[in-house]
């Protein structure tokens, strides 16, 4: 049946990150790394139809056209080529595809646009060729796209394990606790800078493994450091919980000012913010939040649903105008209406 899919599906934030692949081919990462899958505050909405009427795989990204094939100078269009060709594969399907796909929240600028929009791809065309794939699988086809993606399939606390194996079959992400486990701790999104990042997370990846000395303590703190915070989830202990993220934080983005030429996604607004943190927990006698930063400026700031306000405030006063994104904990892509899609079928357009 020939029917347009859409999907909806949220970011990850990483409080011990992935940085850094064993395979580059496949997105198999050196550790371990566990994320929140968030609400949807953030969302990337998809829709998909795989027809006989469609002439060309493409896919839109907020109104932007890409063919899918070849490389096109860009690698995770042409590893969702890759994905989408698995997947049609499996379903027996010669069917061209096309994709339209828009984020509610600036793309590239290290708000984990490509996670969510992954996740909600390999959702959504997973049901759109009545598949029937488990979440272990959905993962790994997820992962090969963006790495961090396959940790936006499940909801609440999610760990992705880095496995052993050549071929990734063992490289995929699992839930820790769902989003009802410890629904009180939250993301606080503080939008500074809405740029797209200088350097792309691939090459930072690569970048950082070949020349970093310090990444070579990286993989085996970051798998300790998930380890731990795993406990911290599970005793819901928020002081732990938040001093592993603000150092994991750290110690990712250190290998990347150790990167030669180095690497700096941090900015003195991001450095303000880290201050005020410290000075914040400082002043309450324990940590009440805690700051990460993927590969961008942009500070999301982990706390509990008590805090907020003065959290808030801090923010605030550090950076002056500007959006905040307040953004719980999600449950993963979901199908939407059809009312909801983005496809013209007659057209066979954008709408
Ligand atoms: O999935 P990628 O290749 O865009 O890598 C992003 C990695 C970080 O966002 C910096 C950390 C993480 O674990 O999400």
């Not at 646009?113 to 909600?120: D, E, I």
């Not at 993989?219 to 592993?244: G, H, M, R, T």
């Not at 250190?254 to 002043?283: C, K, V």
């Amino acid at each position: 049946m020939e029917e347009t899919i859409t999907a909806i599906g949220t970011p990850n934030i990483a409080l011990v990150k992935y940085w850094g692949k064993r395979d580059d081919e496949l997105n198999l990462p050196m550790n371990s790394s566990l994320s929140i899958t968030l609400d949807e505050s953030l969302t990337t909405q998809t829709s998909i139809l795989f027809s006989d009427k469609v002439k060309e795989d493409v896919l839109y990204i907020n109104g932007e056209a890409h063919l899918l094939k070849g490389n096109e100078g860009n690698e995770k269009i042409a590893f969702t080529a890759k994905a989408i060709n698995q997947m049609r594969a499996i379903a027996k399907s010669k069917k061209k595809v096309m994709i339209v796909s828009k984020n509610s929240f600036p793309t590239s600028s290290g708000l984990a646009s490509s996670a969510a929009g992954a996740a909600t791809l390999v959702f959504g065309a997973s049901k759109a060729l009545d598949l029937d794939l488990n979440q272990k699988e959905l993962s790994i086809l997820a992962r090969q796209i963006s790495g961090s993606a396959c940790r936006s399939l499940m909801g609440g606390f999610v760990r992705w394990n880095k496995g052993e194996r050549e071929d990734g079959k063992d490289s995929f992400a699992e839930q820790v606790a769902d989003e009802k486990h410890w629904p009180e701790v939250i993301d606080m999104i503080s939008i500074v800078t809405e740029a797209k990042k200088k350097v792309s997370s691939s090459e930072g990846h690569r970048s950082t493994v070949d020349t970093s000395m310090l990444y070579k303590s990286r993989p085996s703190y970051a798998d300790y450091n998930v380890v731990s915070i795993s406990d911290a989830i599970a005793q819901k202990d928020f002081e732990l919980l938040a001093e592993i993220t603000m150092r994991d934080s750290n110690n990712m983005h250190a290998t990347m000012l150790d990167t030669y030429p180095p690497i700096m996604y941090l900015n003195d607004n991001s450095r303000e913010i880290m201050y005020a943190i410290h000075e914040l927990n400082e002043s309450e006698g324990k940590n009440v939040a805690a700051y990460t930063f993927d590969a961008g400026s942009n500070p999301q700031i982990i706390t509990l649903k008590k805090h907020r306000e003065k959290v808030r405030e801090v923010i605030e006063q550090v950076r002056k105008g500007g959006k905040i994104i307040e953004a719980g904990q999600g449950s993963g892509p979901r199908l939407l209406d059809e009312e909801e899609s983005l496809i013209d079928e007659k057209k066979l357009k954008p709408k």
